[in-house]
C-alpha cells in the first residue's frame, strides 16, 4: 500500500510540476508579444516600455525560461542557471549602490568556482538504453566508452552477464556491473532474458 501511495505521489508531483512549466511557458510566450507589439514605444522614456523597462522584463523572462528547463531537467547545472541569471539581473537592474554590484560579481564568481571545482561530470549521469543485443564495440563507438571484450560479435548481453556471474550477482532488472569510465544495468528483461540494457556512461 505504502508503494503504491508513493508512486502516486510520485506521479502526481511529476504532472503538477508540467503544468506549472505549461502555464509559465504560456504566460512568457504571452508577454513576449505584449512586448513585440509595443516596441514601437521604447524611444519615450515616459511610456511603456522605455529601455529600463524593456531590460527589466527580458531578465524576468529569461529567468522563467530557465525556471522551466529546471522544472523540466531537474540538474544541478539548470539551478546553477537560474541563479547566474537572477543574480545578473540584480547587478545590472538594481543600481542601488557599488558594495551590492560588487557582493552580486562576488556571488557569480562564487557559484562558477562551486560549478569549476565542487561538482564533477559525474555528478549527472548520462544515460543511453540500448538493445540487449547491440555489438559492444558498435557501442564503444557511438557513446565514446571503453567497455571490455575480446570477440568482435560479443554483444552487451554477453560481457553483462559475464561480468555479473564473476561478481556472483543474480541476473535481474536493476542488476548492474560497472567498468573504467562506464557501467551497464540491466533495464528490461523478457520471459528470463535481458532485453534491453542501460549504459550509463557518467558515473562517480
Known amino acids: 500500500m505504502q508503494t503504491i501511495i508513493a508512486k502516486f505521489l510520485k506521479k502526481l508531483t511529476e504532472l503538477l510540476e508540467l503544468f506549472i512549466a505549461l502555464m509559465l511557458a504560456a504566460g512568457i510566450i504571452l508577454l513576449c508579444l505584449r512586448i513585440a ?11 511603456w516600455p522605455n529601455y529600463d523597462d524593456l531590460l527589466e522584463v527580458c531578465f524576468n523572462l529569461i529567468i522563467g525560461v530557465e525556471l ?10 539548470t539551478v546553477f542557471e537560474v541563479l547566474i541569471f537572477a543574480i545578473a539581473r540584480q547587478i545590472i537592474i ?4 557599488s558594495y551590492a554590484s560588487l557582493i552580486g560579481v562576488c556571488a557569480i564568481a562564487i557559484l ?16 543511453t538504453i540500448l538493445r540487449a543485443t547491440t555489438k559492444v564495440k558498435l557501442a564503444n563507438k557511438l557513446l565514446g566508452i571503453t567497455l571490455p571484450y575480446e570477440a568482435d560479435d560479443a554483444t552487451l548481453k554477453d560481457i553483462l552477464e559475464n561480468s555479473l556471474a564473476e561478481s556472483d550477482l543474480d541476473i535481474g532488472v536493476g ?14 528483461m523478457h520471459k528470463g532474458k535481458i532485453s534491453r540494457i542501460e549504459v550509463i556512461h557518467a558515473i562517480h
Open 37 to 47: 507589439t509595443a516596441l514601437i514605444h521604447v524611444p519615450d522614456l515616459n511610456t
Open 68 to 77: 522551466i528547463r529546471m522544472v523540466y531537467y531537474h540538474t544541478p547545472a
Open 94 to 97: 538594481d543600481h542601488s549602490s
Open 112 to 127: 562558477f568556482a562551486t560549478r569549476k571545482y565542487l561538482f564533477c561530470e559525474f555528478d549527472i549521469p548520462s544515460e
Open 175 to 188: 542488476a548492474c556491473a560497472y567498468y573504467s569510465n562506464c557501467g551497464l544495468r540491466v533495464a528490461k
